[in-house]
Nanobody, 122 residues
């Protein structure tokens, strides 16, 4: 079993900052990539940022220059530093990981966290 535990969400005023954390645990041989997605009310879940096992990052245009994704490989943890937050960033933020379970199982497995609420409001 693999679990993703997210933390760091909360209420912040526009222009403020939050840092989200997501720790992966369980039967993991190696992590291929980790990422953050978000889902606002009445909207589709969308990609926010990803980071691969090689450290390559990708961001959706709306957060470029404001958000930074990073990881701590030793802790199987990914972070999302969110600065200059806007009301439109309000959403439930979900952590996702793609992994290999064992060294001999070629299949990739994906897992989602439970989500953490981020609310940007005055």
């Amino acid at each position: 079993q693999v679990q993703l535990v997210e933390s760091g969400g909360g209420l912040v005023q526009p222009g403020g900052s939050l840092r989200l954390s997501c720790a992966a645990s369980g039967s993991i041989s190696s992590i291929i990539a980790m990422g953050w997605y978000r889902q606002a009310p009445d909207k589709q879940r969308e990609l926010v940022a990803t980071i691969t096992n090689s450290g390559r990052t990708n961001y959706t245009d709306s957060v470029k220059g404001r958000f930074t994704i990073s990881r701590d490989n030793a802790k199987n943890t990914v972070y999302l530093q969110m600065n200059s937050l806007k009301p439109e960033d309000t959403a439930i933020y979900y952590c996702k990981t793609e992994i290999y379970r064992t060294r001999t199982d070629w299949r990739m497995y994906s897992y989602w966290g439970q989500g953490t609420q981020v609310t940007v409001s005055s």
